[in-house]
């Protein structure tokens, strides 16, 4: 979504670049002596002059007079008309975003990058459709890693379309720390407060690799661990970072919501003014409050 983003809005940008180069427009006036056939009764008259105007479209010094027809250039002309460099540019950045992106989202499917960090394993225990279990995405790590994309991407079009390198802005690293801030806050509040299925998990773990263990109670201890693993799993994403033991949580709701608008909102006004916008306080002081309840209610909260 970034990468196509960045390039139709260059694209765009390209095209009305070249518009204003091919449209600019000068008039030709010319002036044709007629002379009139007198009228019984009227008397004589010459040197009538009609005067006409033929406008001249003027492009690259090249002068064509006559009728001008009008028409927005295809990105395939604006794109034939870069410099060679631009073109390097262009082509370059783009690849970039979308390399960025691609790794981002197969890290995020493929590892545990965005996930809680414990349990640390699931002793071979399997969904029921046979797959073998993953641990819960983790709101705050999805949060820290949106508003880098955001940011890279803001950053990157920036520079597509005017080759500058000084347009990150203040608030876009604040963007950017109130994610890994976040994420920083629930990573600390975990550390600080006991799981009680995560502790009984671990517990049945220890209990079964225990020598002393009667084998006769191993049945039953293998029904305990995958009922707790299967509670601590992952289900899926939007369940994992929008509910709590009390299902669809308020808190949770409301900051991924606040961060997917006001991200959609940041690139927006990135690519209609061409440079990063400066979001007013209020903004902030709503990302700022979603990601405090957020932690608030985590303290207390139960795994889902």
């Known amino acids: 979504m970034t990468a196509l983003l960045a390039l139709l809005g260059a694209g765009f940008h390209m095209m009305a670049a070249t518009a204003d180069a091919q449209t600019a427009t000068t008039t030709t006036v010319t002036e044709t002596p007629v002379t009139t056939t007198p009228t019984p009764g009227m008397p004589p008259t010459s040197g009538i002059t009609l005067t006409t105007a033929t406008p001249t479209a003027t492009a690259s010094g090249m002068t064509a007079v006559g009728p001008m027809t009008t028409g927005e250039p295809s990105l395939a002309m604006a794109w034939k008309s870069l410099p060679q460099s631009q073109k390097t540019l262009a082509v370059g950045s783009v690849l970039m975003l979308v390399a960025v992106t691609a790794t ?6 493929s590892t545990d990058m965005l ?3 414990t349990p640390s394993t699931f002793a071979g225990v399997t969904s029921a459709t046979g797959k073998p279990l993953r641990r819960a995405f983790s709101l705050a790590q999805s949060q820290m890693a949106w508003w880098f994309v955001i940011v890279l991407a803001a950053y990157l079009y920036l520079f597509l379309v005017t080759g500058e390198l000084d347009t990150l802005t203040g608030q876009a690293l604040c963007l950017m720390g109130l994610g890994t801030g976040t994420a920083m806050g629930a990573a600390m509040v975990e550390q600080n407060k006991t799981n009680p299925i995560l502790a ?7 209990q079964m690799a225990d020598p002393a263990t009667p ?3 191993l049945p039953t201890l293998t029904a305990t661990r995958d009922t707790l693993a ?9 369940h994992d970072i929008l509910t709590d033991a009390n299902g669809i949580s308020l808190h949770r709701f409301q900051t991924a919501v606040w961060t997917v608008v006001i991200g959609m909102l940041f690139l927006i006004e990135t690519v209609v003014h061409h440079k990063m916008p400066d979001l007013d306080p209020y903004s902030l002081g709503v990302l700022g409050i979603s990601a405090g309840t957020y932690l608030g209610f985590k303290i207390p909260e139960q795994p889902n």
């Open 200 to 206: 009984a998990y671990q517990a049945v773990l220890a």
């Open 104 to 109: 981002l989202l197969w890290l995020t499917m």
């Open 230 to 238: 299967r509670q601590l799993a992952s289900r899926d994403y939007v």
């Open 215 to 217: 084998p006769a109670d």
């Open 115 to 117: 996930r809680d960090n």
